[in-house]
């Protein structure tokens, strides 16, 4: 590292960025506590866990090519805007007893509609204000941000808050996006999207479904960025598939209660926490290649413990390595893709990435669930633990020193 530093832009938008997940995750552990009060129908239950989940599908896609056509800034500020009102219109509703199940489900769906795009925006509007050698430990404090409010904080804050009233989360969350939307409000400078063959001419539009068809074909031309994205896809079907069940194997195999489920979450997050905070360290010391070959043992290592261990102890510490694994190869990969796609298209190519993941996510999901009931508790977890290995032995050879450190050596995309 050189003298370079992390100047007050970045630390407004890491703030906004972190305040913004904090709000979020909050709705996300209340909905459905206020649903279950409402009912004990697990189809209206499941109900909420659909509603969160669509729009990362509807919208990943055209939200990046609406990254990739405005002002980036401006436009978190527009969706925090839009959220405030909506989520405080549920928690009034709450509060004077008109809450029903279809107006949670519609705030759900706004909230998560503007998550996509917010996030797609915030990841193509960092290299713009961040330098290049500190790409990685910005992405790294982004990622310890959204860990500890969303992944550590929002869950033990929401349920106490709710137990006071059920209306407070809510209240809280809208005035999370309004504080967002006034940090966002005090960065200097215009993150329009500036195409790189014409001298400060904005890009040209076309229909979404070139945009999104031309996003499609540049991520399928970089084999590197291609891979990763691939990669992270087929891992995370298998990923959720295991903790979809994870509380059937704390409480058959690990005899552990709801206190010792959670806490096994909570070693996942305590790891992924510090592998975000130490991250841009631990990828210099490991070298961005083997931080990627060595993630993908881990990968392995982790279905193959969860398949094969009765010892709490021993899940919990593997849980957390895997933790540290997530947050490094989330970090190498954003830095990546950062550096290697052009300006105009950074909003597309970041959006296909959430939309291969939203998509794994689900199919995991209900995957997880009917494997396990068809050949037995353990079975997606061998099942995972074969994937990885078998992509292992694939894409070892892609991830090599001289390929990947040709893709570090390049200068970052920059849009002012």
Avoid at 24 to 34: D, E, K, N, R, Y
Avoid at 301 to 323: K, N
Avoid at 391 to 409: C, K, M, N, P, Q
Wanted: aromatic share 8%.
């Amino acid at each position: 590292m050189t003298g370079e530093r992390l100047d007050g832009r970045y630390v407004k938008l890491w703030a906004a960025s972190t305040t913004s997940a904090l709000g979020s995750g909050l709705a996300t552990v209340a909905a459905p506590l206020l649903i279950a009060s409402r009912t004990d129908d697990p189809l209206v239950v499941s109900g909420g866990f659909a509603v969160a989940w669509l729009p990362w599908l509807l919208f990943s896609l055209p939200g990046g090519v609406l990254v990739d056509r405005v002002d980036r800034r401006k436009l978190m500020i527009t969706l925090d805007w839009i959220r405030v009102p909506a989520v405080a219109l549920l928690a009034v509703a709450i509060t004077t007893g008109n809450a029903s199940v279809a107006l949670l489900y519609a705030v759900l769906f706004v909230i998560n509609s503007g998550e996509v795009v917010f996030r797609t925006a915030s990841g193509a509007m960092l290299p713009s204000i961040v330098p290049k050698a500190l790409l990685e430990r910005a992405n790294g404090r982004l990622y310890a941000g959204t860990t500890l409010t969303h992944g550590m904080l929002s869950g033990p804050l929401s349920g106490l808050l709710f137990g006071v009233a059920a209306s407070i989360p809510f209240y809280v969350n809208a005035g999370t996006y309004a504080v967002s939307a006034l940090l966002l409000g005090l960065i200097a400078g215009a993150y329009r999207p500036r195409a790189d063959d014409g001298p400060g001419e904005p890009v040209k539009r076309r229909s979404i479904r070139a945009e999104v068809a031309e996003g499609f074909r540049w991520l399928a031309g970089q084999r590197l960025l291609r891979t990763m994205v691939g990669l992270i896809g087929l891992l995370n079907v298998t990923l959720v598939a295991a903790t979809s069940i994870l509380v059937l194997l704390a409480k058959e195999r690990l005899q552990l209660g709801a206190v010792g489920y959670g806490l096994l979450f909570t070693c996942m997050a305590v790891g992924g926490l510090l592998g975000s905070v130490a991250g841009d360290r631990l990828i210099a010391w490991c070298t961005p290649t083997w931080t990627l070959r060595i993630g993908l043992l881990v990968e392995a290592g982790t279905h193959l413990v969860l398949a094969t261990s009765t010892s709490a102890p021993v899940v919990g510490v593997t849980l957390f390595l895997f933790g540290v694994h997530g947050a490094l190869w989330g970090i190498v990969g954003s830095s990546l893709r950062q550096r290697l796609t052009p300006p105009e298209m950074l909003g597309r190519v970041g959006s296909t990435s959430l939309f291969i993941v939203a998509g794994g996510t689900c199919f995991g999901a209900l995957l997880g669930g009917v494997v396990a009931s068809e050949f037995g508790l353990t079975t997606p977890y061998w099942v995972g633990f074969v994937v990885a290995m078998v992509v292992s032995g694939l894409t070892w050879r892609v991830f090599d020193r001289e390929v990947v450190s040709a893709a570090y050596a390049q200068e970052p995309a920059v849009s002012r």
